[in-house]
């Protein structure tokens, strides 16, 4: 009985528990940098720089991620700097990958996932 308990217990955490390989891939031409915010978790990525059609891993790890709605946000240059160009937001969750693909109008939205739910949220696709 003690077993069960115990074993319930670790898999409610481990559901709750986040580890997510994010996937960002750029189909297009024009430089731009991506960052994503996770509200819950109380933290976001570095900015990752694109100048051309590529992909690029990051890795998230936490407790309970799926709190808050995610923040991903392009920053395009004008004039020598950067500024901000399009965000997109959802709750993400879960241990597996998510994509998320920017094209030229520079929109991050999520393509496709693994292990990975995703709701409330226009980058989930």
Known sequence: MKLSILLLLVTLLALDACKITLKARSRTKTPFQLQ??????????ERVTFNGPGEKKVLIEGGSCMDKKWVFKTWKQVDGKWVGAAQNSGKLGGSGWFRVIVEDNLMPFGNDRYGI?????????
Not at 117 to 125: D, H, I, K, L, M
């Open 36 to 45: 994503v915010y996770i509200p819950s978790l109380k933290q976001k990525t």
């Open 117 to 125: 739910a995703c709701s409330e949220g226009a980058v989930c696709g």
